[in-house]
């Protein structure tokens, strides 16, 4: 009698491979650090847009001095991005500088308000430029107001009746 074969040994499992692409491995994520409950549903949070670092610190300083919680992002891609995905919760408002590369204000506006998820946030745009056409152009398109930067602290004031909770 033929001696049986030995079965053969079970194939090592195999872990799936993940195709990631290198600009997804190069993006640094931050995540966003969830307050409270409590201080959540009692603070304005404000996602302020621009891609000059003097003028998100000189607005972030304006609006935590009025007792806002802000978060800065420095391009409208960015900011869309996070919203889109839920990173930044709780936003009640957005304020984006009007000229930025890649995606203008004006851009994030439209987007903003063509998104049934994000259309009710309001949204507030600043430029350096007193320019009449744009700033008539923004408030059609659904801008709750527009800002002259420098930014001042009487404009925050303005800001508080435009907020949605």
Known sequence: MAA???SPAPAPAMSPKVAVSPKAVDRKVV???AAAADEVSNEVHVLAVDDSSVDRAVIAKILRSSKYRVTTVESAT?????L????VPNVNMIITDY???GMTGYE?????????KLREIPVV??????????????????AED?????????DVSRLCSRIRW
């Open 31 to 33: 995540p966003v650090v």
């Open 4 to 6: 049986a074969a030995p």
């Open 99 to 101: 000229w930025m590369p």
């Open 146 to 154: 527009f800002l002259l930067k420098p930014v001042r602290p009487s």
């Open 125 to 142: 745009i600043m430029s350096s430029e007193n320019v009449p056409n744009r700033i008539s152009r923004c408030l059609a398109e659904g």
């Open 84 to 87: 889109c995905l839920g990173l």
């Open 78 to 82: 960015r900011a869309l991005e996070l």
């Open 108 to 116: 994030l506006l439209k987007r903003v308000k063509e998104s049934s």
